[in-house]
């Protein structure tokens, strides 16, 4: 079992970037493949991208291509998520989860941090 517990959220100006970290304990996080995720209000929640458990391949939704980008440091079990170029429509709550065998969907993840709030501001 890991515990994921996400930081890095916050108020930003549109334009501006943010680093997501996902903090593991427990299992070490080199067990999981790792997804980001987030939802918006009213939304459901989707997905932002994955890594697999080594950090050598990354996947991205379509939506998430060119600003979006995880990366992993399994030394320090930590996963990050960096955004740049943040618009008011990247207003979200962002999640990490760590899952057995990697997928898109969210019922392919086993564990959930609590999440972290991005808001940006026009």
């Known amino acids: 079992q890991v515990q994921l517990v996400e930081s890095g959220g916050g108020l930003v100006q549109a334009g501006g970037s943010l680093r997501l970290s996902c903090a593991a304990s427990?299992?070490?996080?080199?067990?999981?493949?790792m997804g980001w995720f987030r939802q918006a209000p009213g939304k459901e929640r989707e997905l932002v991208g994955a890594?697999?458990?080594?950090?050598?391949?990354?996947y991205y939704a379509d939506s998430m291509k060119g600003r979006f980008t995880i990366s992993r440091d399994n030394a320090k079990n930590t996963v990050y998520l960096q955004i740049n170029s943040l618009t008011p429509e990247d207003t979200a709550i962002y999640y990490c989860?760590?899952?057995?065998?990697?997928?898109?969907?969210?019922?392919?993840?086993?564990?959930w941090g609590q999440g972290t709030q991005v808001t940006v501001s026009s």
């Open positions: 427990g299992r070490t996080v080199s067990t999981y493949a």
């Open positions: 989860a760590a899952s057995a065998f990697g997928g898109v969907t969210p019922a392919r993840y086993d564990y």
């Open positions: 890594i697999t458990r080594s950090g050598s391949s990354t």
